[in-house]
């Protein structure tokens, strides 16, 4: 008969299995039952997307408040609550004695996590960080490549404010350049975007910032042809994908790209603190890492990770969230975020003054959108939907458009996105209280 040690090591978490054995994480039973009703539900993407009963399982995988409407996902997701659990788990866990239940059992199972990461989005372990968020990766990227006082990095008015403000600290600070170009909005001809950024190409430009998913709109720009374009001038393009990854569905390989960075507290559902960097093998020796690291580690991806004393558990419960995207499937989320997108946005673009700032053409945004009621102010219809209706929205006031941006997830229902429509709909006929 086995020991209860070795047992517990055939499970491959030899003492935190301790845990797992003990408490029933929440609601993983739910998670159970919507792989089995996957399993067992034929049909494309796009004809699961109207299938009620086959998301009320995956629904149910989340412990959201549902007094309210969130169509806010985009800022950051809740996670499942088993995926919750199973962070809460290694916390108690690495807790009992954190020298050895964390050190030396919880933080060497991060490489299965790096394992897992790399073979999702197909690319090799040893080009995969795991960071706290985008910002961090990102952060890492733009001051990780050495630059010179008059050196130029082109990005977009679009590009997100703290990826824009750090790239400001190096003009204050070391007397860089940086050049940011208008996109069209919405940007429909992925050829006019790499012109765009061909065209604000200098003698003096080393670096682009470019976003794979804009945040203000969910727009989708073209990063393997601009990646392509600036490789022929020798520029690197970091690309800053907080809201692609795990939310429609592409592989890092396909992009062609030096470096990717993501949040994967955002639409892979992991657990608030999380987000992973990726870099071409050989150019790691070239990107310094943000918190020092030893000179032995120049040509390994984990001197990205040197952040000193931290928690392990959220790192190990993206696997959890992995498994949980890879039982819904990415083809199916994806398509399924586009369905409830088209299904708010098609009933409000029947209104007189309704505009969308973003494309409903297939393959230039996904599950976020941009909506204005023109003659209908964008921040006090926001504050309105909240206190009246309390559905959460976002305001966009940008100097080039302004709009709610609005991200429901696989967790919202119809009902909830009926409720908006209804509210949305008496604001356009009839304006909001000043
Ligand atoms: C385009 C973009 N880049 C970067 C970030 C930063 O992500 P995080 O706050 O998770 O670091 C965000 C966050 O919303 C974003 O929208």
Redesign the pocket.
């Known amino acids: 008969m086995p020991t209860r040690r070795a047992f517990l090591s055939s499970l491959g978490r030899p003492a935190a299995a301790a845990g797992v054995l003990t408490a029933v994480p929440v609601r993983w039973d739910r998670a159970m039952t919507a792989a089995r009703e996957i399993a067992r539900t034929p049909g494309t993407p796009e004809e699961l997307a109207a299938d009620e009963e086959f998301w009320v399982e995956i629904q149910q995988a989340f412990t959201t408040d549902r007094s309210l409407v969130n169509l806010n996902n985009?800022?950051?997701s809740p996670t499942p609550a088993h995926v919750l659990e199973a962070m809460k788990r290694d916390l108690d866990f690495a807790n009992q004695i954190p020298v050895y239940n964390g050190w030396q059992i919880l933080e060497p199972q991060r490489e299965g996590v790096r394992q897992r990461l790399a073979r999702q989005w197909d690319v090799h372990p040893e080009e995969v960080a795991i960071t706290r968020?985008?910002?961090?990766s990102?952060q890492i990227l733009q001051f990780g490549h050495e630059l010179e006082a008059g050196d130029e990095v082109l990005t977009s008015t679009q590009d997100?404010p703290?990826?824009v403000t750090t790239f400001d600290q190096r003009v204050r600070r070391e007397g860089i350049v940086l050049t940011r170009i208008r996109l069209p909005v919405p940007a429909e001809d992925p050829a006019e975007v790499v012109r765009l950024y061909e065209d604000a190409i200098t003698p003096r430009t080393r670096l682009i910032l470019m976003?794979h998913m804009?945040?203000l709109t969910g727009q989708i720009l073209p990063v393997r042809q601009v990646v392509e374009m600036a490789r022929g001038h020798g520029i690197p393009v970091i690309v800053?994908g907080?809201?692609a990854l795990a939310h429609f569905d592409f592989t890092i390989a396909e992009l062609g790209c030096d470096n990717y960075s993501t949040?994967l507290?955002?639409w892979l559902f992991a657990p608030i603190g999380n987000?992973l960097l990726y870099v071409r093998r050989d150019l790691i020796p070239e990107i310094w890492p943000l918190m020092a690291a030893a000179e032995s580690r120049d040509d390994d991806i984990r001197k990205y990770e040197e952040i000193g004393t931290h928690p392990e558990a959220n790192f190990l419960a993206i696997g959890e969230a992995l498994t949980f995207h890879q039982l819904i499937g990415g083809a199916r989320k994806e398509a399924r975020l586009v369905y409830l997108r088209n299904y708010w946005a098609e009933k409000l673009l029947e209104l007189d003054g309704v505009r969308l700032h973003t494309s409903l053409k297939p393959g230039f945004a996904a599950g976020i959108a941009n909506v204005q009621i023109e003659g209908v102010e964008t921040g006090p219809l926001r504050n309105w939907l909240w206190s009246e209706h309390r559905i959460f929205t976002v305001a966009i006031n940008h100097d080039e458009f302004n709009g709610l941006r609005i991200s429901p997830s696989v967790y919202t229902t119809i009902e909830e996105l009926d409720r908006f429509v209804d509210a949305m709909t008496h604001a356009a006929r009839h304006g909001i209280p000043a």
């Open positions: 985009g800022g950051v968020n985008a910002s961090e990102l997100y703290r990826m976003c804009i945040n800053d907080a809201h949040s507290h955002k987000g």
